[in-house]
């Protein structure tokens, strides 16, 4: 276990799910794509530029989040103005001037309908100057659910505990990386669109857990139920939020 665990803290100065803007993207007709759930990164390189991408809705989206950050910002001096513009008759549905810190990236979220739209960060004008850190976009709408296989790799919670996930046709399997002497824990199951539902199959005791994916880099975990090997209630009541994860490695 030991070897494993220096192996994953090897693997996760990669960072994952993730892509990068492609230049020139400074007009629609050469927007990079986004994809729901994974992360963007781009830069402004200078006072001209313009950075463009797209996206597509479907299957009854309702609102969008967005979240912009810049994790190296030095101070709160950078701006950005984003804008989100349906493609079909160039209405814009959101606009703002955005200016995330390092340790605050910005959440909003966005009334939307399904098709093809498209987002522009641009130099937020006036009086400011073109912030040149890099930043970061991620567009997750409220319909969103992970393909098949884009959940699976590695993860860890916000306790710096990790768990693999490995998904197929025949269900899913979730194991709990634990640095625990008593041995590891494991639960398999099946998801139905971002909602996974997991038994105990090995480890002590019995449990039901739920996994609640929001991205296909992020879920929540609960236990629907949970009894020790004595058959006590586990700690943690049901329905209770345990922990969320975040995707640290994928092949
Ligand atoms: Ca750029
Ligand atoms: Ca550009």
Request: glycine share 8%; charged share 15%; net charge negative.
């Amino acid at each position: 276990m030991k070897t494993l665990l220096i192996l994953l803290a090897t693997l996760l100065s990669v960072p994952v799910l993730a892509d990068s803007e492609t230049e020139p993207n400074n007009d629609q007709s050469i927007a990079d794509t986004l994809i729901a759930g994974e992360f963007m990164s781009g830069r402004l390189s200078h006072d001209e530029d313009v950075d463009y991408f797209e996206f597509v809705l479907s299957g009854g989206a309702e609102s969008l989040e967005l979240v912009f950050g810049s994790p190296n910002v030095m101070g709160t001096e950078n701006r950005w103005l984003i804008l989100v513009q349906r493609a079909s008759d160039g209405i814009l549905v959101y606009q703002e001037v955005l200016g995330p810190t390092a340790d605050l990236q910005i959440t909003r979220n966005i009334d939307i309908d399904n098709g093809w739209h498209w987002v522009s960060v641009r130099p937020p004008g006036g009086s400011l100057a073109t912030p040149n850190d890099v930043y970061n976009i991620t567009i997750t709408p409220d319909n969103f659910t992970p393909s098949v296989g884009a959940i699976e790799g590695v993860w860890q919670d916000n306790f710096s505990s990790y768990y693999s996930i490995h998904e197929g046709a025949d269900g899913l399997l979730y194991i709990e990386l634990s640095t625990n002497p008593f041995g590891w824990n494991a639960y398999l199951g099946s998801r139905i669109e971002d909602m996974a539902v997991l038994n105990l199959v090995v480890g002590p005791g019995t449990a039901t857990l739920e996994l609640t994916f929001t991205s296909s880099s992020n879920y929540e975990a609960r236990y629907l139920s949970c009894q020790t090997e004595g058959g006590d209630p586990c700690a943690a009541a049901p329905g209770e939020l345990l922990y969320t994860s975040t995707k640290v490695f994928a092949d």
